[in-house]
């Protein structure tokens, strides 16, 4: 590492680059779900996140993405969690790579991000993680996080957790 990494917006001629960058890391976390094709946020990248309500940023270190994070407007899929009324969006996307995690780059990249949830009126940051995301559950927790439920599937053990605002 060279020095600090710089967090910075991601822009449209950043998209090939940043979409190649996480489905790779993404291919890594999660080597079955690979083979289903790309996902509709990364899919359809600039209307969600430079044009939509998605807001997305990377970290930059001599040039290249070592790390990554977003938000999406939440959408409600989880029946057990409930947001009406509340402006409320969906961490996404956090992945940080292995030469640049231990340094305190993915603390840095949520608290930029969650700042700008709060200028865009955000209430309620919501997410899901699992078990097997080694330090995952730990480090969210150590931003402010709750676990506010956990599906009982064996194998996911989806986790989910919400911070207000």
Sequence with gaps: MSSSPIIQA?????????????????????????????????????????????QFLLARDEGQIVAAIGYLPYDGRFPQ???????????????????????????????????????DGVEVMYLHTHPFLPGAIDFWARQGFEVVDVDADPVWQTTHMQRFL
């Design 10 to 54: 991601v822009t449209a001629a950043d998209i090939p680059e940043v979409v190649r960058f996480v489905l790779h890391a993404r291919a890594e976390l999660f080597p079955k779900l690979s083979a289903t094709g790309v996902p509709v946020d990364l899919a359809q990248f600039e209307a969600i996140y430079l044009q939509g309500d998605g």
């Design 81 to 119: 969690l409930n947001y009406q009324g509340r402006k409320t969006v969906e961490v996404v996307r956090l992945f940080v790579l292995p030469t640049f995690r231990r340094f305190g780059l993915a603390g840095e990249l949520y608290r930029a991000l969650e700042a700008m949830a709060r200028a």
